[in-house]
């Protein structure tokens, strides 16, 4: 199995919270429940993006449901966590996935979602040459059913998407990976960084101080990846 950088960071973070049962959504060929085979895991998944791609028969999955995700969840369990991986940015309604995902967790449960992170330097440059960012071309001649991507995020989008739906304690996690990659993505990125860091000095209270550490962090600047976590409050 070829290891993405940000997957070992998901499966850090389900240690670190001792998440025991866990909803990989959607589960895509399965690379969670390969890389979580030898241990103790209740695992569930949900697939249904429309791109043919199901876990083979011999990962551990209890149950695998086919699922459209822009659509309401049924038959909410109570998850310790949901791992939604390279996915809301294929999404046409990702407030309902998130809505739905909020519901099947327990209290206190944790969901983790990674996808692309536009706000990266590299990607702004992108999009001030071309009106388009890093994997985000134009889809005139795609089909619903196609790899289209519809949304793309960064760490201040996905922070109020997720606030406003009612999670907390929201982070940006650090991804190991070259960033930047070139001196003019360094220099691009530079006054954000700046910005950020004097409206952390100027932070009101302690989640304003995160929100800005975070946005302000060489991940949200220069990473290809975001690896965000929320939790559905106790």
Not at 67 to 94: F, K, Q, W
Not at 119 to 136: D, K, P
Not at 158 to 163: E, Q
Not at 164 to 184: C, F, R, S, W
Request: hydrophobic share 40%; proline share 7%; with cysteine.
């Amino acid at each position: 199995m070829h290891i993405k950088p940000y997957q070992p960071v998901v499966l850090s973070i389900l240690r670190q919270h001792g998440a025991r049962v866990v909803l990989d959504m959607p589960c895509g060929t399965g690379w969670l429940g390969q890389a979580v085979a030898r241990q103790q895991l209740d695992l569930d998944a949900l697939d249904g993006l429309g791109l043919w791609e199901f876990p083979a028969a011999d990962l551990p999955y209890r149950q695998v449901t086919e699922h459209d995700l822009d659509s309401p969840m049924a038959g909410a369990t109570d998850y310790d966590a949901i791992v939604c991986g390279e996915a809301i940015h294929l999404l046409r309604n990702p407030g309902l996935m998130l809505h739905g995902a909020f519901q099947a967790l327990r209290p206190g449960g944790r969901l983790i979602i990674t996808t692309p992170n536009t706000w990266r330097s590299g990607s702004r440059l992108g999009y001030l040459l071309r009106g388009f960012h890093y994997g985000f071309a134009p889809m005139v001649s795609k089909q619903r059913g196609d790899y289209v991507t519809y949304v793309p995020w960064s760490f201040p989008q996905l922070h109020v998407f997720l606030a406003h739906q009612g999670y907390t304690d929201i982070m940006l996690h650090e991804v190991n990976e070259p960033k930047p990659k070139h001196l003019a993505e360094y220099l691009a990125g530079w006054p954000s960084r700046l910005y950020c860091r004097s409206r952390q000095r100027a932070a009101g209270n302690p989640a304003e101080h995160e929100y800005w550490r975070h946005a302000g962090s060489a991940q949200a600047l220069y990473g290809s990846w975001l690896v965000v976590s929320a939790r559905r409050p106790a």
